[in-house]
């Protein structure tokens, strides 16, 4: 199995990488009660451009784990977590 390189779990939005990548998985749970919490990838450096992956994690969820099978991050990789009315998500994003 390839290596890949991680974020390591992160609470907030982030650049992931600034350079042409793959985007291997992504691992998130919702971290508080009441609503939902939205979680997005962008093949970008920002929050904008070709959105990758988008997630809505549920009060309550458990932890879900998205295989992305490699796909190619022209730009980079930017994780958005948009709590909206909910209070977070902890999301781990494993890259090479």
Same mark, same amino acid.
């Given at each position: 199995?390839?290596?890949?390189?991680?974020?390591?779990?992160?609470?907030?939005?982030?650049?992931?990488?600034?350079?042409?990548?793959?985007?291997?998985?992504?691992?998130?749970?919702? =971290? #508080?009660?009441?609503? *939902?919490?939205?979680?997005?990838?962008?093949?970008?450096? /920002?929050? !904008?451009?070709?959105?990758?992956?988008?997630?809505?994690?549920?009060?309550?969820?458990?932890?879900?784990?998205?295989?992305?099978?490699?796909?190619?991050?022209? =730009? #980079?990789?930017?994780? *958005?977590?948009?709590?909206?009315?909910?209070?977070?998500? /902890?999301? !781990?994003?494993?890259?090479?």
């Amino acid at each position: 199995m390839p290596s890949c390189r991680s974020s390591g779990v992160l609470t907030a939005s982030s650049v992931i990488s600034s350079e042409r990548c793959k985007l291997i998985s992504l691992h998130a749970m919702n =971290t #508080g009660a009441g609503a *939902e919490t939205t979680v997005k990838v962008f093949d970008n450096t /920002a929050a !904008s451009g070709k959105e990758l992956i988008r997630i809505i994690l549920s009060p309550g969820n458990t932890a879900v784990e998205y295989d992305m099978h490699g796909v190619i991050a022209s =730009t #980079g990789l930017y994780l *958005e977590i948009s709590t909206g009315t909910g209070t977070g998500a /902890a999301v !781990s994003v494993e890259y090479n």
